[in-house]
């Protein structure tokens, strides 16, 4: 296997009840690059996201077929702790989602909990709101509700939030769309800074900010996986008339 | 009348309206008859009632085969019983409604529960009392006392107090746990660390409600813990109590002069009252502040 | 322990817990046949049910229930009729038409009625009720059928209201949008649209308000007089049967036909009101409204 490669999906189904959300997906992405996911409503980018986590675990009634490899360990497999994954897989939600705690222990909650090594949790919440850039904002409020910051501001305390479980991969749900175009120019500047250390998959409806931000696109439609590759590649030149006309907006 | 009936008729929209204002005016008088009804009790009560309350009433115990003196015994055996219920139905309550909305998924076997929750919230008191008879004082050999009571009565309010848990819980708003697990943080300390404590005001307050019908329930302590008189404070939890619903109702229809002690007795229901609508009244406030002051 | 075995017996603990209310629900079962049943060797059940006479302590005794169902029937239904005028009305004032201040305030009231101890209203009924009924109508009791239908139909109100008052709240806003659309007025959208889109609620309301009248204690041991027979009138005294059983358990001996009788009532009881919130759960269930698109 490519060495860079740090997950692997093969023959992918997904089905919520009798209805098939996802056809065999097969796909790889790539350590320390941006990989969007695009496609209209509906077509099973965020159901894909979700998979590797196993955040669809949460719902009743959803099935899986097929493997999912992270770093050459199918997740899916019998003797996998979902919880265990969870810790390597961060995640960042559509809407800004903290706990209405203090920003300090928003960021130490996982932290806390999972028995990481906890010695020196003040550097460790330092740095993980520097790494969100969201430090020098909050350094003299850090035990103020982090439910009065703005939606931006908010949205970057989850990311620091994800950050300091120290994740290998932030998986991104529409990390934006909720957010109002300053904020959403200040995130994405932090994906572009984050890139460096993580793998990020993420989630977009925006097909400007996936051009900008990510390396590779992949094209969903009706949960199947139409096209994937370079990122300039899908926006210049589409190897599938579908892709061309869902980018140049001819329908979604 | 005649005449008016055919003027409405032709001309249509009037009557339309008639029969609205008519209606409307109804529904108004109904609920102006209900509070009306509650008004009228609670004035009736507190006018007669007012004048035995006195600091040795409420301080005192009976004298004078329970025509004279307080009705301090019959207070703390209410609190007492009180305590005991909610010690019993509030942690089944909660530990229940985390299993039905934290756990459980759609199936039989949860519908089952469900159903077996709401036929236990219609099973009436004095059942409950029979079965408190039945079970803890003859079966388990608790005899009549706070232990019988207590667990009576806890199982009595425990469908309210699960229903009150269950919506709370589900009021949190489910990110709040997706956010959680998606940290690699387990489901029970997700549910420990971040559902219960944000959910917890919830069902303290939906519990109130539950706890005021504890304090206020007859039937279930009649055959289970209370005493129609106890000439000593009890020692511990198998003793009998005085409790003042049952204390009202033995004033009011056993007693030994049944006219001579209303007084009394009017005193005696305003300060039941007292005690279970506050309690009902500090869980209507803090919800409605709770609603206001939502934090998500 | 791996941290996965941890969670399931959490979960199963939960589950344990979550069965509680089903296990007292099989205990009173259990409770109610072990010191009821005996009775059924001394008499038959068709003559415990339908015999006339209801004389525990004469000698012999004789243990027919049938004047304190009727007894029970009765209240139930005239508190009934009293009780779901007033509190669907009531519901509709809350959730159409008053304004929100009233709103709140009424929404209180009707909780606060809910609170209020049986013994309580109980209470009321004798001292207040009953003489009023006795002077006005020259009764020779106040405590009978309609003083005790009274006060239950104030125990029912709010049960009633408050439950309809949810079903009314459920009806979506599209349907009542396209009612004013098409020209009606507010009251031809309630009547019309809104009521029957909420009928089940209001069903299951009633039914519930029902079972809970139908095994109130305080408030039929205090006023409703307590005779054992056939009313010829609603100035007739009766004795439903949780009054009974209320009032006659402290002096039947323990274990004697006569308290065997009165847990055996007590069966009658627990099954009747089962039987109601059955009905009332499966009307809730087989009729309710999924969303607004599906009717």
């Known amino acids: 296997m490519d060495s860079d490669i740090i997950i692997k999906l093969n023959k992918v189904n997904f089905y919520y009840g009798q209805s098939r959300a996802l056809t065999d997906i097969t796909m790889n992405f790539r350590k320390n690059k941006v990989s969007a996911l695009i496609g209209p409503s509906g077509c099973g980018k965020s159901t894909l996201l979700r998979l590797l986590n196993r955040m669809n675990d949460l719902i009743d009634g959803t099935r899986i077929e097929g493997e999912i490899f992270f770093e050459e360990k199918n997740i899916y497999a019998k003797d996998v702790d979902p919880v265990e994954i969870r810790r390597k897989v961060g995640m960042v939600f559509q809407k800004p989602n903290p706990f209405p705690k203090t920003i300090y222990n928003n960021i130490a909650y996982g932290p806390k909990l999972t028995s990481m090594n906890t010695d020196d949790l003040d550097t460790l919440v330092e740095q993980s709101l520097k790494q969100a850039v969201l430090w020098d904002e909050v350094k003299d409020i850090l035990n103020k509700s982090a439910m009065n910051l703005s939606g931006g501001q908010q949205q970057r305390l989850c990311i620091a939030r994800a950050l300091a479980m120290k994740p290998d991969i932030l998986l991104m749900d529409e990390p934006t769309s909720a957010l109002d175009p300053i904020s959403t120019a200040k995130i994405e500047e932090l994906i572009e800074e984050l890139k460096k250390n993580y793998t990020i998959i993420i989630v977009t409806h925006n097909m400007q900010q996936a051009a900008r931000i990510s390396d590779e696109t992949a094209f969903f439609y009706l949960g199947n996986m139409v096209e994937y590759n370079k990122t300039e590649k899908i926006f210049t030149n589409p190897d599938v008339k579908h892709t061309e006309e869902y980018i140049t907006g001819r329908f979604g | 009348m005649e005449d008016m009936m055919k003027s409405f008729k032709n001309n249509s929209m009037k009557w339309r309206y008639f029969k609205q204002t008519l209606f409307f005016g109804a529904v108004r008088l109904s609920a102006l008859i209900i509070a009306l009804a509650l008004g009228g009790i609670l004035f009736y009560i507190i006018v007669n009632g007012i004048g035995a309350i006195s600091w040795d009433f409420i301080t005192k115990p009976p004298t004078d085969s329970m025509t004279k003196g307080g009705i301090m015994p019959a207070i703390l055996g209410t609190i007492y019983l009180t305590i005991g219920a909610i010690a019993i139905g509030l942690p089944l309550g909660i530990a229940s409604a985390i299993y039905l909305t934290e756990y459980a998924k759609q199936g039989r076997v949860i519908r089952l529960i469900k159903v077996g929750i709401n036929c236990l919230a219609g099973v009436p008191s004095v059942v409950f009392g029979l079965f408190g008879l039945g079970f803890f004082v003859i079966f388990l050999k608790f005899g009549s006392s706070i232990l019988s009571g207590s667990l009576t009565l806890g199982f009595l309010i425990l469908p309210t107090i699960i229903g009150a848990a269950e919506e709370a819980l589900k009021a949190v708003p489910q990110t709040f746990r997706e956010a959680s697990l998606s940290l690699g943080v387990s489901k029970w300390q997700t549910i420990y660390r971040i559902v219960l404590p944000n959910a917890l005001p919830g069902i303290l307050t939906g519990s109130i409600l539950g706890i005021g019908r504890a304090a206020g329930e007859t039937a279930p302590i009649m055959f289970t813990a209370a005493a129609y008189f106890t000439a000593k404070l009890p020692g511990s939890i198998f003793d009998e109590v005085m409790a003042l619903p049952y204390h009202i109702y033995v004033l009011a229809t056993a007693g030994t002069n049944i006219e001579a002690t209303r007084p009394i007795q009017y005193g005696t229901v305003l300060v039941l009252v007292a005690v279970v609508l506050s309690i009902d009244l500090i869980a209507i406030i803090i919800r409605s502040y709770m609603r206001k002051n939502k934090r998500w | ?295």
């Open chain 3, 1 to 295: 322990m791996t941290r996965q075995t941890k969670e399931i017996i959490i979960k199963y603990v939960f589950f344990t817990f979550s069965l509680v209310s089903i296990i007292v629900l099989g205990l009173i079962v259990f409770s109610l046949f072990r010191e009821g049943l005996p009775i059924f060797g001394k008499v038959s059940v068709k003559d415990f049910l339908l015999g006339m006479e209801w004389y525990p302590t004469s000698d012999p005794p004789s243990f027919g229930i049938f004047p304190l169902i009727i007894g029970s029937l009765i209240v139930t239904v005239l508190a009934t009729i009293i009780a779901v005028p007033l509190g669907v009305m009531a519901a509709i004032y809350i959730s159409e038409i008053a304004p929100q201040a009233i709103k709140e305030i009424l929404k209180s009231v009707i909780e606060l009625l809910a609170g209020l101890p049986s013994v309580v209203l109980g209470f009321f009924g004798m001292v207040v009720v009953a003489p009023w009924l006795q002077d006005t109508f020259d009764l020779p009791t106040g405590l009978n059928i309609i003083n005790a239908s009274m006060i239950l139909a104030i125990m029912a109100i709010p049960t009633i209201s408050s439950l309809s008052e949810d079903a009314l709240y459920a009806v979506p806003r599209e349907f009542k949008e396209a009612s004013y659309a098409l020209g009606a007025t507010k009251f031809e959208t309630i009547t019309r649209v809104i009521i029957p889109s909420a009928l089940s609620g209001i069903s299951t309301a009633v039914m519930l308000g029902m079972a809970r009248v139908i095994g109130e204690t305080m408030v039929v041991l205090m006023v409703a007089g307590g005779a054992a027979a056939i009313p010829g009138s609603i100035f007739d005294s009766v004795r439903p049967m949780p009054a009974s059983i209320a009032a006659e358990m402290g002096e039947a001996p323990f274990r004697s036909a006569h308290y065997q009788a009165l847990f055996a009532i007590g069966i009658v009881l627990f099954f009747l009101t089962l039987f109601f919130n059955l009905v009332a759960d499966y009307v809730s269930h087989k009729f309710r409204q999924v969303g607004s698109g599906t009717l």
